[in-house]
């Protein structure tokens, strides 16, 4: 199935980030780059320092300069993070291009690739929670309460793999097809956000 190998490779990239847990860290990826598995690995990187960002943001002793240094990182990382969604769904939309469609066949909700997004970020919640679970310093009702958690976020992980791996196997065999909008941010963009436009010139 798909997602043992997606879950596998988010499971890789957490664990080796978190071996030097700096968000500076120099990113180096261990599949090929024609292969998904390398999209896949690139994809959490991005999500597992996104993550970090967004904890060290929320300190409230900050310096608003590097509070604003830091908003930028995330932006840049919110971009990265839709364009490897992007090219996920473009390995879906050629390797099922010569699928003859159903008459009937339906349209997802989402593409497969927002999908694996959301799967990606239940690995790292799965990665974090367990951290609680395991501190030492904390108090048996926050154990136990991050514990229950736990367990829910595991069986989430597992109905969505579940409904992931269905989606491609319908998509598969023309029961359900793919749509794929591209992104249309606009808050980035010099000519939609009236402030950036107002900039210009």
């Not at 997602?3 to 120099?26: C, G, M, P, R």
């Not at 590097?66 to 939309?93: C, G, M």
């Not at 003859?100 to 929670?129: C, F, G, Q």
């Amino acid at each position: 199935m798909f997602t043992t190998l997606a879950n596998t490779i988010f499971k890789e990239s957490i664990q080796t980030y978190h071996i030097e847990d700096t968000v500076d860290q120099e990113f180096k990826n261990p599949y090929d780059k024609q292969t998904i598995e390398h999209l896949l690995y690139r994809k959490n990187w991005i999500d597992t320092v996104q993550w970090h960002y967004e904890d060290i943001i929320r300190d409230p002793n900050i310096d608003p300069e590097a509070a604003l240094v830091l908003k930028r990182k995330i932006d840049a990382s919110n971009q990265d993070r839709t364009d490897l969604v992007e090219y996920i769904d473009s390995y879906f939309l050629s390797k099922y291009q010569d699928v003859e469609v159903r008459e009937n066949a339906s349209i997802n909700t989402e593409s497969p690739a927002w999908a694996i997004d959301r799967l990606s970020i239940l690995a790292l919640k799965i990665y974090h929670m367990q951290e609680e679970v395991d501190r030492i310093d904390a108090s048996k009702a926050h154990i136990e309460a991050c514990s229950n958690k736990l367990t829910v976020l595991r069986e989430q992980r597992r109905d969505l793999s579940t409904a992931i791996d269905q989606l491609l196997d319908d998509i598969a065999v023309g029961k359900k097809y793919m749509k794929v909008y591209k992104q249309m941010k606009m808050y980035n963009d010099d000519e939609l956000n009236p402030v950036l436009r107002g900039q210009k010139g």
